[in-house]
């Protein structure tokens, strides 16, 4: 393709963010430039029915009418101030009474998100180690870029030139859903853990749910031990239903960090919390952090109308939790007529197609054992009948409001037609 030829003599791999690179799937990345509803259209106007949803946030589609009307007008009153805003404080009053927290500070990405809320987590206790679990991705903040060796888990290695093992001396990385491997690391390091962090439910390792009893116990040992509780919700606020996921575990974690739908689309990304430990954040306390474009106005009065939108339309998570169930109970048939081996894990309207013999889908040590040769084939195959699924094996389907049944109904026709083709090949 002409365009990726060009891409790749002004950007790194032709991207500007590494799972675009479609090198997981072994092909030159396709180009988008339009979307509507359910729809996105590369640059030669083929249509492609989208599963990845920009990664989750366009949870009502592309393009409603209603709301590029709203945006369109916001642009008359300003992009950006770096001023105090009135929407600003709009913004925070609403986030804080949708997720039962106190204070928010508004950033622009995930990445950013994450790695205050860790500062803020060790200005707070005056601690400088933190546990995260392998597999679970909090953004590319060096400290979080560690992966556990194949030895004891007190062994550490980064996952990206260019950060220093001093760096990561102070990460401790857990596997997910052993509680023990939590409580030796909280024993070992006695008052030196600043936080833990963690996906509720992971998202960038494709589709993994905790048990119950793992983020119940979760809660209790950290709560024990004076350690700062993280749930990275970038993926799941907003998404699996309105606010934060924790309610659905019926606990409440010291920090949360929100991103993708709460923006509206543009970039954004914020933390939020209990007062006494957001209060440790400058200006009022000695955690510095700061940003231009934090909280501006476009994206908060974009935000605003996508989550007010959500409010009044609940049912939505309803929807989308059906059409998701249906995904997996055709996913799980297709895969039995085929004789293709894999398994589904889902919670509510996230879900993954993993290819391999799986017993169990509980951490990276299961999901590291995927058969991505397959899911190769498997997404050359649907993008050519018209779908696009994320470019990796290791992600989530993501649904939106304007996906249909009939549309879903497509889907696994088509899909069960490419895993007997594969089935054949193989």
């Known amino acids: 393709m002409k365009l990726y030829h060009r891409a790749i003599e002004v950007m790194p791999g032709g991207v500007n963010s590494p799972v675009r690179a479609f090198g ?50 916001y642009l008359d009153q300003g992009l950006t101030f770096g001023l105090p805003t009135e929407v600003e404080v709009e913004m925070a009053e609403y986030l804080t009474k949708a997720t039962n927290t106190d204070m928010v500070r508004m950033v622009n990405s995930g990445t950013e998100a994450t790695m205050s809320a860790i500062r803020l987590a060790r200005g707070y206790t005056g601690r400088n180690k933190l546990i995260k679990f392998e597999g679970c991705y909090h953004g590319h903040s060096d400290a979080l870029l560690v992966k556990s060796g194949s030895g004891t888990l007190t062994y550490k290695a980064p996952t990206s030139l260019g950060v220093p093992e001093e760096v990561i001396k102070d990460t401790i990385v857990c596997q997910y859903n052993k509680i023990e491997d939590v409580k030796e690391q909280i ?34 040992v950290t709560e024990e031990a004076g350690i700062v509780l993280i749930f990275d919700e970038v993926i799941t606020g907003f998404r699996t239903s309105f606010g934060s996921i924790a309610k659905d575990f019926g606990i409440e974690a010291d920090l949360y960090c929100f991103g ?74 297709n895969l039995e007529i085929s004789g293709v081996k894999g398994k589904v894990s889902r919670y509510k309207s996230m879900l993954s197609l993993f290819f391999g013999d799986f017993d169990q889908i509980k951490s990276y040590e299961d999901v590291k054992n995927a058969d991505t040769e397959t899911y190769k084939l498997y997404f050359k195959k649907m993008l050519e ?13 993501f649904l939106s409001d304007a996906h249909t049944e009939a549309m879903i109904d497509k889907f696994l026709a088509d899909n069960l037609q490419v895993l007997k083709e594969i089935a054949g090949e193989k």
């Not at 072994?26 to 640059?43: H, L, R, S």
């Not at 960038?204 to 119940?216: A, K």
Request: one cysteine or more; proline letters at 5%.
């Open 24 to 73: 997981s799937v072994g092909m030159e990345p396709v180009f988008f430039n339009y979307a509507k509803g359910p729809y996105v259209f590369d640059v030669d106007g083929k249509e492609y029915v989208d599963f990845v949803c920009s990664w989750g946030p366009m949870i009502l589609g592309h393009g409603r009418e209603d709301l590029i009307d709203k945006a369109k007008a």
């Open 385 to 397: 009948r018209g779908y696009i699924v994320a470019p990796a094996q290791f992600e989530a389907i």
């Open 260 to 333: 993708k739908i709460i923006g509206g689309g543009l970039p954004v990304g914020a933390f939020a919390g209990k007062r006494e430990i957001m209060e440790k954040l400058s200006p009022t306390g000695g955690v510095y952090q700061a940003g231009t474009l934090s909280g501006n106005p476009l994206a908060m009065k974009m935000g605003l109308d996508v989550l007010h939108y959500l409010e009044d339309h609940q049912e939505i998570y309803d929807k989308l939790d059906k059409l998701a169930s249906k995904l997996e109970a055709g996913f799980n048939k």
């Open 187 to 220: 024993a070992a390091n006695k008052d030196q853990i600043a936080c833990v962090i963690i996906e509720p439910i992971a998202g960038n390792m494709g589709v993994v749910v905790p048990d119950q009893d793992f983020i119940q116990e979760l809660r209790k």
